[in-house]
């Protein structure tokens, strides 16, 4: 059985560990639910910490005189800069940490799909943008998985958030041992992965372990990091999730039948056609690799991104936008 360390991960405190929405209410979420054994979360409400109680009065972010500011309507208080500074403080102050999950919609903690409102009454939105605190958390923490609750209903967003998390913490850990034996060793286990996000990235990150220059240890993990985020910024495409399996495939091509061969092709053939999901031909392939004892692909994190306890293939369709 693989191990994998827990993900440290920021979380909006209503979704499933406090009642503190401005109505009083909390809002249970299965896939947050599922993550609790599997990563450490750190919950926080920017709204509670900055002295609004539960329940509370809404708030909303209204533009005035081209600048954004985050108004409760009903007393009209100016909550911008109690807001500003308690997210820079506390966003500052964050060690270690691998991702957020956050409220979608919130005027604190939205990450996209925030309203913004006109100063005049009864005027319908006049646009959307991330909360004050969410985008604190885009601009401090981009290396970051950062999504919200909304989003990780799809399932090529949930996916790609998890092999982010999980792969953040193990490439931290490996930095954090000091050891080039083990960044070389987690290059190896990442290559097919890093072939499906991003070939350009593959061969920059292979020169960095390289290290023909022999830079020190701290200069070049930092690099390896900032190319190995950017290298899984975005979703792999099928296509090239497609080479992967067909290059994993090559593995096996003594060993298989006939048949076996044309069924695997045809569920590809199914997967471009998005009529198959990405874990069924995984789960083909990891077959084999147990089957036929393949130790470099056992090794692949490409198959074994993240807990196995953690794979579904439910997808509402909500969420598309990558």
């Known amino acids: 059985m693989r191990k994998f360390n827990c993900p440290n991960i920021v979380v909006s405190k209503c979704l499933g560990f406090e009642a503190v929405r401005y109505n009083g209410a909390i809002i249970f979420n299965d896939f947050i639910e599922k993550l609790k054994s599997y990563v450490n979360f750190v919950s926080i409400c920017p709204e509670m910490e900055i002295g609004l109680g539960t329940p509370r009065e809404p708030i909303r972010i209204v533009i005035s005189q081209e600048r954004l500011k985050l108004i409760q309507p009903s007393t009209g208080q100016d909550l911008t800069d109690k807001m500003n500074r308690f997210s820079s403080k506390f966003l500052k102050s964050l060690k270690n940490i691998d991702g957020f999950i956050l409220k979608s919609r919130s005027p604190s903690c939205g990450i996209k799909d925030v309203k913004i409102h006109s100063e005049k ?19 401090l923490h981009a290396n970051c998985a950062i999504e919200d609750e909304g989003r990780l209903l799809n ?20 930095i954090k041992s000091g050891s080039m034996r083990q960044l070389v ?39 390896y990091d900032e190319h190995f985020r950017l290298a899984i910024t975005r979703p792999a495409r099928d296509g090239a999730n497609i080479n992967v399996f067909m290059h994993a495939l090559g593995y096996f091509s003594d060993e298989l039948t006939s ?34 004892e393949n130790e470099y692909l056992q090794s692949q994190s490409f198959f074994y991104p993240y807990p196995e306890e953690l794979i579904e293939i439910i997808d509402t369709g909500r969420g598309r936008e990558i």
């Not at 009454?121 to 601009?139: M, Q, R, T, W, Y």
């Not at 056609?273 to 690799?289: C, E, Q």
Request: charged fraction near 30%.
């Open 121 to 139: 009454e009864n005027i319908p939105s006049i646009g959307k943008g991330a909360g004050f605190f969410g985008g604190k958390v885009l601009d």
């Open 155 to 174: 399932l090529k967003i949930r996916e790609h958030f998890l092999t982010k998390i999980f792969a953040f913490t193990k490439l931290r850990e490996t």
């Open 185 to 223: 060793l987690f290059h190896a286990q990442n290559k097919l992965l890093l072939m499906a996000h991003n070939q350009k990235e593959l061969r920059n990150l292979g020169k960095i372990v390289a290290n023909h220059d022999r830079n020190k240890f701290e200069m070049l993990a930092k690099e």
């Open 259 to 292: 048949r076996e061969k044309k069924y695997f092709l045809k569920t590809l053939e199914d997967f471009r056609k998005k009529k198959a999901v990405f874990a069924t031909i995984s789960g083909i392939v990891k077959a084999w690799i147990v089957r036929f």
